[in-house]
């Protein structure tokens, strides 16, 4: 198990590195996402400061109030949701015009948890809201955003490699890779479905109550 755990870490950390600049773009559009999430809550007006806080109370109450929870239906939703964004990745890569798609697609990921942290503080104030934000978000997208970024990059690689070269073998290749990568990042995403499904929804329900 160690070793296959250190195999699978040095092929991850050589993927990074071979594809850096990828990395550093596609990461960097979600960071800015995120900043722009975060700067849309903090110049809002006074009345959509109070809807915002409004909803986010009534929804923590209704979390207050929750006791029969569909685990496999929130599962089957998630990956549902989950397997149509690589799906609509995967295809937006294999085409020239689709990588500004992707792009913003990734771009307004950051936008909703920038969205979500900040309002998340501006309903609940610090300490409560990072409470909140920690029990949440923390869990399932340390899994998730990783992933998405490394969709992110391949499907700019594939850009690249339509563009760069014109040999139609070459691309179909590269668009088999893409493919198979594809596939396995959503088999990971999984994982960040089942944790989100039954682990961070028993910590929102837990927090909800001190809320």
Request: hydrophobic fraction near 50%; charge should be positive; glycine fraction near 6%.
């Amino acid at each position: 198990m160690k070793k296959k755990a250190g195999t699978l870490r040095k092929i991850i950390i050589e993927h990074i590195i071979n594809n850096k600049k990828e990395y550093i773009t596609i990461t960097l559009m979600f960071i800015i996402g995120i900043f722009l999430g975060v700067f849309f809550i903090n110049n809002i007006n006074e009345n959509q400061a109070q809807e915002i806080t409004n909803y986010f109370s009534s929804s923590i109450e209704g979390l207050k109030n929750t006791q029969n929870i569909q685990y496999m239906t929130m599962l089957k939703n998630s990956i549902i949701q989950n397997t149509l964004l690589v799906i609509v990745l995967w295809f937006l890569g294999t085409t020239i015009i689709g990588i500004p798609i992707v792009i913003m697609i990734i771009a307004y990921k950051g936008f909703c948890l920038g969205y979500t942290i900040a309002a998340s503080i501006l309903t609940l104030g610090n300490t409560k809201g990072i409470s909140f934000i920690l029990s949440s978000l923390l869990l399932h997208n340390i899994v998730s955003i990783p992933i998405i970024i490394a969709i992110g990059v391949s499907c700019f690689k594939l850009y690249k490699s339509i563009i760069r070269d014109k040999k139609k073998n070459n691309i179909k290749i590269e668009i088999i890779r893409h493919t198979f990568f594809s596939l396995v990042m959503l088999m990971a995403l999984m994982l960040s479905s089942i944790i989100k499904t039954f682990v961070t929804t028993n910590f929102i329900l837990l927090i909800a109550k001190y809320l």
